[in-house]
């Protein structure tokens, strides 16, 4: 007993600590001003930001996220976004732990590896789409824990799915993996596959009566309706299907696939997950549906590998990996093993981490030590200026946030907004013009700019370096991390 409480206080210790890492998402910026905005009354519904596609009206629903990210930076700064992130993950740690039925030691093991790959996710620190995967391991463990403690256990759902539907636009799984729950539900009814003796199909509802099934139907209604209880209504759902129709592979890194070891490793645990299935003459029929939805998501786009790693671990504990006799000792001994590194970790590594986020958690820390590098020292010549700014596209959250009375051109919002004009993304617009594509400089003058915020040594840094006269923009500003140029008349 006393190894085990042990074993458990270390590994939510070494959690906190892995997760208390510095803030360096692209779109804090924008997330943190959308936070201001909802705290003064208003929601982040009107284009504010941006002077291309200034009535776009996009549907988002991330009020809650963004709330929440202003009053932590507000009270705490950045190390307060990084105490935020690293309770949370603790949190969904300790609440995988005590839910799951896997032994502990192969429990904590998954754990850390599924986060040593996803860590392309997780290391941007304090993000919305954590949220949504907070969210989705909640509501299948809660499928789950319905065969043991009852059906009660689904009136959650309705609150749950509210929340999510007003924190991340990832809330589309939870009415997807609830559909999909009672169509396996219906299909083991009517096929009469539970009295199959070869494979016993595990059926997590236990009230087959009709009643009961009319019951879960009503429910499942009820928190589907939910979902549309947010400021856009159904034009939440219309921002996902415009996400589903923008090749975000071929624009946005996070959406591209992931490596190959990544992508393999994926597909052995699926593959092992079938063989245990038939191993243990269980056929688990809403988890292998799941994790076919999941893997493929994970397999097209980098950002939905945590989604795939935990909702393995969930459905893993129903199967049995080893026997009886093997999983005690296992247990056993690979907890005082992993007991010794948690102990070594946190004596020699842990001080470390904690030092480095404490330290790279300034703004000027900010500014400097992300792989973006932002133009702290160049905004001082735009701040408090009415003007249009064409700027870098990963500058763009930082800027909104930064130059509140300047319009941008991009932002990490945009990539799936739609250009009427054009039906082309406004990424790929930007991308244009950042490239020095024919009618570039013709697309500018349109919009009417101001100024050019980029980096130095880019396509249109370079052609107007070589042709300054023939574009009239004239440069007033070039350090190591950006270039500004004004439009002259």
Excluded at 10 to 15: N, Q, S, Y
Excluded at 299 to 327: M, Q
Aim: glycine residues 6%.
């Amino acid at each position: 007993m006393r190894q085990s409480r042990l074993f458990l206080v270390l590994f939510l210790l070494t959690v906190a600590v892995i997760f208390f890492i510095p803030q360096t998402d692209v779109d804090f910026g924008w997330h943190y001003k959308c936070g201001q905005l909802l705290l003064a009354g208003n929601l982040c519904i009107d284009n504010n930001f941006t002077y291309y596609l200034p009535d776009y009206k996009w549907a988002y629903p991330s009020f809650l996220f963004d709330g929440l990210l202003y009053l932590t930076f507000n009270l705490g700064g950045f190390v307060g976004t990084s105490v935020v992130y690293s309770i949370l993950m603790t949190s969904f740690a300790f609440f995988l732990y005590k839910s799951t039925k896997l032994n502990k030691f192969v429990f904590v093991t998954l754990f850390l590896l599924s986060t040593f790959f996803s860590w392309n996710v997780f290391g941007f620190g304090f993000r919305a789409q954590i949220i949504t995967l907070v969210f989705i391991v909640l509501f299948l463990a809660l499928i789950k824990s319905v065969r043991f403690l009852g059906y009660k256990m689904l009136l959650i759902t309705p609150i749950l799915f509210l929340i999510w539907a007003n924190t991340h636009a990832g809330f589309f799984l939870g009415p997807l993996f609830l559909i999909l729950f009672v169509t396996c539900e219906l299909v083991t009814l009517l096929f009469g596959l539970v009295k199959n003796q070869d494979l016993k199909v595990i059926s997590y509802y236990k009230d087959k009566t009709l009643k009961g099934y009319v019951w879960l139907l009503l429910l499942t209604l009820v928190s589907i309706l939910a979902t549309f209880l947010n400021p856009f209504g159904y034009r939440v759902y219309t921002e996902i299907i415009h996400h589903g129709q923008t090749p975000l592979n071929m624009l946005i890194a996070e959406w591209t696939s992931p490596k190959p070891l990544v992508m393999l490793v994926m597909i052995i645990l699926y593959l092992f997950f079938l063989f245990l299935q038939f191993s243990n003459k269980k056929l688990l029929l809403f988890g292998s549906a799941v994790l076919t939805i999941t893997l493929y998501l994970a397999l097209t786009a980098n950002r939905n590998v945590p989604v795939f790693f935990f909702s393995y671990i969930v459905f893993l504990g129903g199967l049995k990996i080893f026997p009886s006799i093997t999983d005690k000792a296992i247990s056993l001994y690979g907890q005082k093993f992993l007991i010794i590194l948690f102990i070594i970790f946190m004596l020699f590594i842990a001080p470390f981490i904690v030092a480095n986020t404490v330290k790279n958690s300034t703004y000027n820390s900010y500014c400097t030590n992300s792989d973006v590098q932002y133009p702290c020292k160049a905004i001082a010549l735009l701040e408090g200026k009415n003007v249009s700014v064409y700027n870098r596209y990963e500058w763009g959250g930082f800027l909104i946030w930064k130059l509140p009375t300047a319009k941008l051109f991009v932002d990490g919002r945009m990539p799936a907004w739609i250009d009427p004009e054009n039906g082309k993304s406004p990424y790929a617009v930007w991308l244009d013009i950042y490239q020095t594509k024919p009618g570039w400089d013709e697309k500018l003058d349109n919009l009417k700019t101001d100024f050019l915020f980029i980096s130095p040594y880019t396509y249109i840094d370079l052609e107007l370096t070589e042709n300054p006269e023939k574009y009239r923009y004239k440069e007033v500003y070039r350090d190591d991390i950006s270039v500004i140029y004004e439009k002259g008349l």
